[in-house]
């Protein structure tokens, strides 16, 4: 049972255009929401969060927007550069007596073409 | 801050050994949690540590296994390996006490032939 699904596996955009990566959960109880970059060979790195209380976040040229009613959220990249290719995962957790487990989805790998 | 640090990076294994990889959290971090990561499947969470303890567990069998010491370090071990235990095995460090994500190390890739 996947609870969080990235229906994606592979986007190709063009440099200084905007690329748009979809998430979708299931669990409604999940509260927060990541999503993180990998290169080949090595971990995923943190990019940008949001909050279950919050329906867009910011950070330079991330964003992420969150739309709970349809259980889904979106990370736009603005203007997509050839540095951002990489795999792509969103992830989602729930506070669980003060714990926090990720759910990850699947990965969409991103590809910007110069 | 020194990162999240995991040994080895590589491992070839062949069917029926075990394995034992170690992961050395952010210094003050307290939870460890363990991924594997195979393609078409993203990141599978295996276990999570606490304060020595196993606080949340993944759908693996009892074949994979873990602990984590007073340092806060911790190995996961799979016994009698499989070919489709060949993965990036991720570990990925938290404070354990607040929702701000984790810090991944660059994994171990385990290879069974």
């Known amino acids: 049972d996947q609870q969080v699904k990235q229906n994606s596996p592979s986007l190709s955009v063009q440099e200084g255009r905007i690329s748009i990566l979809n998430c979708d959960y299931t669990?409604?109880?999940?509260?927060?929401f990541l999503w993180y970059k990998k290169y080949p060979a090595e971990g995923p790195t943190f990019l940008i969060s949001?909050?279950?209380?919050?329906d867009k976040n910011e950070d330079g040229r991330f964003t992420v927007f969150l739309n709970k009613s349809a259980k889904h959220l979106s990370l736009h990249i603005v203007p997509s550069q050839p540095g951002d290719s990489a795999v792509y995962f969103c992830a989602a957790s729930e506070a669980t007596s003060g714990t926090y487990k990720y759910i990850f989805g699947t990965g969409t790998r991103l590809k910007v073409l110069a | 801050k020194a990162g999240v640090t995991q040994t080895p990076r590589y491992l070839i294994k062949t069917r029926g050994q075990q394995v034992t990889l170690s992961c050395s959290p952010i210094s003050g971090h307290r939870s460890v949690s363990w991924y594997q990561q195979t393609p078409g499947q993203g990141l599978q969470f295996l276990f999570e540590?606490?304060?020595?303890?196993?606080?949340n567990k993944g759908n693996f069998p009892g074949r994979f296994s873990g602990r984590q010491f007073s340092n806060s370090r911790s190995e996961m071990n799979v016994s009698t390996l499989e070919l489709g235990d060949s993965a990036l095995y991720l570990c990925a460090s938290s404070s354990g006490t607040a929702n701000y994500g984790y810090t991944f190390g660059s994994g171990t890739r385990l290879t069974v032939v």
């Open positions: 540590y606490f304060s020595e303890t196993q606080r």
């Open positions: 949001i909050s279950s209380i919050k």
């Open positions: 669990n409604s109880m999940f509260d927060y």
